[in-house]
Structures are given as C-alpha cells and as structure tokens.
C-alpha cells in the first residue's frame, strides 16, 4: 500500500518528557493493549477487516497484526506504520518520533484514510465527522505519552 496516495485525515501530536526509546516503547504497548480487546477484534470481524487478531512478533514489528491493522514498517525510536482495510475504507496510522530537545519528544500520530462509494461515505460521516476518530487517536497518543513519561 502507498501510504502517500491514501487523503490526509488528521495529525494528533504531543510533546513527550522522555527519550525516544521509551516513546516508541510505549507506543507499542499502548496499541498492543489497546487494539487488541476483544470487542476491536469482533469490530473487525463485522466491518470486513482481514486483521482479526493479535498476531505475529512483540514488541510490534513488521509482520505484527492486531485488529483492524498491520504493521507495514517498524523503524525502532522513529516511525511505526499501520495499514488496515475494511468494507468501507482503507486506512494508515503512522507514528512518528522526532527529537524535541531537552531529553523531549515529538509523537505524533497521522492518519490517512480513502472511503470509497456511498457506504465509505457514510462510514467517514460516522466515524470522521463524528468526532470519534479524532477522540480515540487523540486518547491513543495520549496514553503513550503518559506511559512513556512513567517509564523513562
């Protein structure tokens, strides 16, 4: 999949108190955790995603699995790319780690996203529109950055 010809969506960023080892770190255990509840597996199921289940190497590398995404790359301390697809959409969640000085780091958390046909459409009203995308990607990014101040 090329991430570059999927439209923009949103970018969620945040400025982390700890190095990129230990963001990155988090980040992995975050979207493990996160991802991989049994009703985001079911969720998966029901809207058509051939990612069901957790699977493949931990820490999430490329090859990973979780519901409703794949790891397409996995560069430790810098960028963690997930891809997914549904019946009503085809997606990426990149992450992205950059120095921000004094021991700090950037996270931020892109998502691109294509929604085809009248059903994408609705989907994107749904889940874009809403305000729910935007809630949970902000809660994910969120969550690794307090996970990550915790364990540096």
């Keep these: 999949m090329e991430i570059s010809s999927l439209p923009y969506v949103d970018e969620h960023t945040q400025v982390v108190a700890a190095d990129a080892h230990a963001v990155w770190q988090s980040v992995g255990q975050v979207l493990d955790r996160s991802f991989s509840e049994g009703r985001l597996a079911g969720y998966a199921r029901l809207v058509g995603c051939p990612d069901r289940t957790a699977a493949g190497p931990r820490p999430l590398a490329e090859g990973s699995a979780c519901p409703g995404f794949h ?82």
């Design 71 to 152: 790891v397409l790359s996995a560069t430790p301390d810098r960028e963690l790319v997930l891809v997914g697809r549904h019946y009503f959409s085809t997606y990426a969640l990149v992450f992205r780690m950059e120095e921000a000085g004094d021991g700090r780091t950037r996270l931020r958390a892109e998502t691109r996203a294509r929604f085809p046909g009248p059903f994408g459409g609705l989907y994107r009203l749904l889940v874009i529109s809403s305000g729910a995308h935007a809630l949970l990607t902000g809660r994910l990014v969120a969550a690794a950055r307090r996970r990550a101040e915790q364990i540096r």
